[in-house]
Structure formats: structure tokens, C-alpha cells
């Protein structure tokens, strides 16, 4: 389906892809995650991330990267992780390359606001007939 | 250095902890990309829009910064206690 705005797709889809990737690039794979790993919370993780659901909202990528972040974690090598000391005081591995602090906190924002404008343009094209709807240089 | 044995989209960005601010342009440009690239009416103003859009809300985020900055330097230790 198509609104005949070419131009606008292109332009809005050059701009996702500038705040999905600088996103990915700040945080690693880990900035899209759909499941907590158990380090991350003292709930033995296994609970869906919740700015997930803003990231979702980007579409089939998301859940791709999302999956992509799982197996990688899932499978990795013994040398890919690190001793660490769990919430429960025990012993427990994390995956070497998990983002911490700011770039966790910047990569998986820059990946969710890429998702919520995408739901927002999304529902503007949905929501639109002309053109001249558009509220000028605002 | 560090930036040799990085692997992008594995390996987290080094160097992101000291200098995040740096991250707050980029983020506000890809968003200025996506608005302007809906909001605009004329595709052709589409570039400038976004470059003052970005420049707009960088200097928003500067005004909170000195305000704050004021509020908790100056004014907040002037009031009374208690």
C-alpha cells in the first residue's frame, strides 16, 4: 500500500536507520533485548525488558535483533563469560560484552525512540488523505 | 587503544561512559530526521529544517542545563534551612 510520498519514506526510513544503528553501534546487540538475563535483576531475570515494547514498534527488525541478542548470550563460549557475583550473593557467569551504564542506557533509547517515532509515522501516514494536512514548519 | 580489539554490534562502544554527552546531537538529529521528514512541506527545506530543529532543542537542553545549573549552584544554598 502506498501514499505516493517517496520522498518522505525515504527520508523517514534514512532517519530510523541512523537512530536503530547508532543505537546498536553505542550499545552492542544488547540493546534490543526481549528477556532479562538473570544477572540483570534480582528476579532471576527471564522477564521481559520493557522498553522492548517501545522497541517492537519498529517492526519485524527489532524482534530479529532481539533474537539474534538471545542466542548469542545463550550460546556463548565459556570464554565469552565472566564470573560475577549474582544478587542472591552466589556465583554466577554474565556475557563478556553486556553493555553497563550509559552506553546500555543510550544504545537501547536510541533504539526505542526509533521504534516509538516509527509507530508515530505510522500512524500519521495511516491517519492522513493530503497533503496539505501537514501543520507547516513546525 | 581500545578502539583496536573493538568488534561493532558486539562489543558495546568504549568510551561512551566519559563522554555520553556527545551521544545527545546524534540522538536529536535522528529524531529531527524522522519529524521533518513528516512534518515539512516542502522536501526541498527538508535538510535546513533538520539542522535547525537539532540546533533548537540542543540549545532547549543547554537553557534547562544553565537553569538548573543556577537553582542548584546559586539558589538552593541561599534559602533558609528548616
Same mark, same amino acid.
Given at each position: 500500500?502506498?501514499?505516493?510520498? @517517496?520522498?518522505? =519514506?525515504?527520508?523517514?526510513?534514512?532517519?530510523?536507520?541512523? !537512530?536503530?544503528?547508532?543505537?546498536?553501534?553505542?550499545?552492542?546487540?544488547?540493546?534490543?533485548?526481549?528477556?532479562?538475563?538473570?544477572?540483570?535483576?534480582? $528476579?532471576?531475570?527471564?522477564?521481559?525488558?520493557?522498553?522492548? #515494547?517501545?522497541?517492537?514498534?519498529?517492526?519485524?527488525?527489532?524482534?530479529?535483533?532481539?533474537?539474534?541478542?538471545?542466542? !548469542?548470550?545463550?550460546? $556463548? *563460549?565459556?570464554? *565469552?563469560?565472566?564470573?560475577?557475583?549474582?544478587?542472591?550473593?552466589?556465583? =554466577? %557467569? $554474565?556475557?563478556? +560484552?553486556? $553493555?553497563? =551504564?550509559?552506553?546500555?542506557?543510550?544504545?537501547? &533509547?536510541?533504539?526505542?525512540?526509533?521504534?516509538?517515532?516509527?509507530?508515530?509515522?505510522?500512524?500519521?501516514?495511516?491517519?492522513?488523505?493530503?497533503?496539505?494536512?501537514?501543520?507547516?514548519?513546525? | 587503544?581500545?578502539?583496536?580489539?573493538?568488534?561493532?554490534? #558486539?562489543?558495546?562502544?568504549?568510551?561512551?561512559?566519559?563522554?555520553?554527552?556527545?551521544?545527545?546531537?546524534?540522538?536529536?538529529?535522528? #529524531?529531527?530526521?524522522?519529524? @521533518?521528514?513528516?512534518?515539512?512541506?516542502?522536501?526541498? %527545506? +527538508?535538510?535546513? *529544517?533538520?539542522?535547525?530543529? %537539532? &540546533?533548537?532543542?540542543? &540549545?532547549?537542553?543547554?537553557? &534547562?542545563?544553565?537553569?538548573?545549573?543556577?537553582?542548584?549552584?546559586?539558589?538552593?544554598?541561599?534559602?533558609?534551612?528548616?
Amino acid at each position: 500500500m502506498s501514499i505516493g510520498e @517517496k520522498g518522505r =519514506g525515504v527520508r523517514i526510513l534514512v532517519g530510523f536507520l541512523v !537512530l536503530w544503528f547508532s543505537g546498536l553501534l553505542i550499545g552492542g546487540l544488547g540493546s534490543v533485548r526481549y528477556w532479562d538475563p538473570p544477572y540483570t535483576n534480582p $528476579a532471576a531475570g527471564g522477564k521481559m525488558n520493557l522498553w522492548f #515494547i517501545a522497541q517492537a514498534a519498529a517492526g519485524p527488525i527489532a524482534f530479529g535483533f532481539g533474537a539474534l541478542d538471545a542466542s !548469542l548470550i545463550r550460546g $556463548a *563460549e565459556e570464554d *565469552e563469560l565472566i564470573e560475577i557475583t549474582m544478587h542472591d550473593q552466589t556465583i =554466577g %557467569t $554474565a556475557y563478556r +560484552y553486556t $553493555a553497563i =551504564g550509559h552506553a546500555a542506557d543510550f544504545g537501547t &533509547l536510541f533504539c526505542a525512540l526509533a521504534g516509538l517515532i516509527n509507530f508515530a509515522v505510522a500512524l500519521d501516514a495511516g491517519g492522513r488523505t493530503t497533503p496539505d494536512r501537514r501543520g507547516g514548519g513546525r | 587503544m581500545t578502539m583496536l580489539g573493538w568488534v561493532p554490534f #558486539i562489543q558495546p562502544l568504549p568510551g561512551i561512559q566519559s563522554n555520553w554527552l556527545w551521544l545527545l546531537p546524534i540522538l536529536i538529529f535522528g #529524531i529531527a530526521m524522522m519529524y @521533518k521528514a513528516v512534518r515539512v512541506i516542502d522536501l526541498a %527545506t +527538508y535538510w535546513r *529544517e533538520v539542522g535547525i530543529m %537539532t &540546533l533548537q532543542v540542543l &540549545l532547549a537542553f543547554l537553557g &534547562l542545563a544553565v537553569g538548573i545549573f543556577i537553582l542548584v549552584q546559586w539558589i538552593v544554598p541561599v534559602l533558609p534551612s528548616g
